[in-house]
Nanobody, 119 residues
Framework: QVQLVESGGGLVQAGGSLRLSCAAS????????MGWFRQGPGKERELVAA????????YLKNSVKGRFTISRDNAKNTVYLQMNSLKPEDTAVYYC????????????WGQGAQVTVSS
């Protein structure tokens, strides 16, 4: 059973940066598609970024393009979300997720990391 643990959240001022990490255990995720979701106050959960198993394909939500970068290190079973130029509207709980196929549903989820951006 794959377990995902996020780290790196926190409180930052607008314009600042944070890097989220998601470490997998209980199995290798090197062949999995990995995603970062977020759920802001009173909002639905949304996909922010995703990366294919080898990093060859990535997706970024339009509102974070040019500010966020998703990457992975399969040797460390870890995926990252580098967030720059943060805005108050980026405030949310960020979740890491994994799925075995590109077209499938996300099967494994982390517990979430709070990101708060103050204005």
């Amino acid at each position: 059973q794959v377990q995902l643990v996020e780290s790196g959240g926190g409180l930052v001022q607008a314009g600042g940066s944070l890097r989220l990490s998601c470490a997998a255990s209980g199995g290798t995720t090197s062949s999995y598609t990995m995603g970062w979701f977020r759920q802001g106050p009173g909002k639905e959960r949304e996909l922010v970024a995703a990366i294919s198993w080898n990093g060859g394909s990535t997706y970024l939500k339009n509102s974070v393009k040019g500010r966020f970068t998703i990457s992975r290190d399969n040797a460390k079973n870890t995926v990252y979300l580098q967030m720059n130029s943060l805005k108050p509207e980026d405030t949310a709980v960020y979740y890491c997720a994994a799925k075995r196929t590109l077209a499938g549903q996300y099967e494994y989820w982390g517990q979430g990391a709070q990101v708060t951006v103050s204005s």
